[in-house]
């Protein structure tokens, strides 16, 4: 089976271009989440999703953060205009919300982003 | 306050000694959970393992077992017989309430030794 899906795996850009990152999650899992990981903040949430509704966006940096999920198979998350402090590995994660147990999140592989 | 505090920062083991690493929580929740990731130097996130608050035994999967002491709040994830491809960072994270957004810890780094 296929897991989360997530491109580019890689992005190189400059200060100031918008930045799109992409997720397919697990086929049937109803919550999506996106994580940032740095060196100084470790693992952190920035939203997730339940059947495809914004639940809780509290960790988006600020405005210049957005994230969207169109349908059950797909989600980005938006950088517009990217700053050098955006360099991290963007994770993003999937899960089939249950009422008991878990739920345990299925990661992608990361996009590591660097922004000159 | 932290959340998820993993007191060891790095660890070397020798290959087939068992290995525990240490994770304490932080929750006046009296529903939560508790997770143990795996991430190798490839850099992706694997689900090692769960541990619910009232789950009752310590949960097991293959070489890993959580040694979860409520009382003392404190999920430590034990490896019997390492593998040098156990060399890793591990993250400990846990869910509170109904809530599903997981809070991570700052990781230790494992390191299996021939």
């Known amino acids: 089976d296929a897991g989360v899906i997530q491109s580019p795996r890689h992005e190189v850009t400059e200060m100031g271009q918008e930045v799109t990152l992409r997720c397919k999650p697990i086929?049937?899992?109803?919550?999506l989440f996106w994580y940032r990981q740095t060196m100084m903040r470790g693992l952190e949430l920035l939203i997730y999703f339940n059947n495809n509704v914004p639940i809780d966006d509290s960790g988006m940096p600020e405005d210049r953060f957005s994230a969207k999920m169109p349908n059950a198979s797909f989600s980005t998350l938006k950088i517009q205009p990217s700053e050098p402090r955006d360099s991290a590995v963007y994770f993003c994660?999937?899960?089939?919300?249950?009422?008991?147990?878990?739920?345990?999140?299925?990661f992608g592989p990361g996009t590591r982003l660097t922004v000159t | 306050a932290q959340k998820i505090t993993q007191t060891q920062p790095g660890m070397f083991v020798q290959e087939k000694e068992a290995v525990t690493l240490d994770c304490t929580y932080d929750?006046?929740?009296?529903?939560?959970?508790l997770f143990w990731y795996k991430q190798p130097s490839s850099g992706e996130m694997i689900f090692l393992i769960y541990?619910?608050?009232?789950?009752?035994q310590n949960a097991t999967e293959g070489r890993y077992s959580l040694n979860f002491q409520k009382a003392r709040k404190s999920a430590n994830l034990v490896i019997s017989a390492s593998q040098l491809g156990d060399s890793a960072m591990y993250f400990c994270a846990m869910r509170e309430g109904g809530a599903q957004k997981l809070v991570f810890g700052q990781g230790t780094r494992l390191t299996i030794n021939p």
């Open positions: 994660a999937s899960s089939f919300r249950r009422l008991a147990g878990g739920p345990e999140q299925y």
């Open positions: 086929s049937g899992h109803n919550s």
């Open positions: 541990q619910g608050s009232y789950d009752e």
């Open positions: 929750t006046s929740d009296q529903s939560y959970g």
